[in-house]
């Protein structure tokens, strides 16, 4: 593994996962969630991240998704937070508007060390495929509380559910590329605290 890359396990009574990430990848995905469509979303998010993320999650999806996707945020976030190590010499920042179709996403974070998120999805179709879109909420908070990010969502507007949550997973790829990479011109912590 690179200096930049962490593998975690995490079981509970609901979900068994393994998950290792690599934030310095070229968008290589190799992901079982049992949910289909999480799996199209955590696969572009990879992709448009360039991160390498291969993951494997054996949970209650007889009972829903709730458990599933709330664990795998979790677990992605923790995962984050020992690959990005450190954070010195990073951008820190990473904002991105994304256009997918007639729908249009804002993701903007802060690789802080303090843990918030503030999410506007919209109105969406209680369902896409087996995913339920109140979930999609579950994941970011899970992620951004585990990984500690400061992390504002919105869905500008737009008609298609499909097409939302989409280009939220894509913002979201893009915004964290920005935020992990290195920049040539910090040295140390981007912070005047001296940490994140």
Known sequence: MSARAAAVERRTAETGI????NLDGTGEADIHTGIGF??????????????????????????????????IGIALGDAFKK?????KGIRRYGTFYLPMDEALAFVSLDISGRPYLVYEGGEMAPMIGGFDTELVEEFLRAFAVHAGLTLHVRVLYGRNSHH????????????????????????????TKGML
């Open 83 to 87: 690959a990005i190590g450190d954070k």
């Open 164 to 191: 939302k949550v989409e280009a939220i997973f894509k913002a979201l790829g893009h915004a964290l590329r920005i935020a992990v990479e290195h920049d040539p011109k910090v040295t140390g912590v981007p912070s």
């Open 18 to 21: 393994r998950l290792a990430i």
């Open 38 to 71: 999480f799996d199209h979303m955590l696969t572009l998010l990879t992709a448009h991240g360039l991160l390498d993320l291969a993951l494997v999650c054996d949970g209650d999806i007889e009972v829903d998704g709730h458990h599933s996707v709330e664990d």
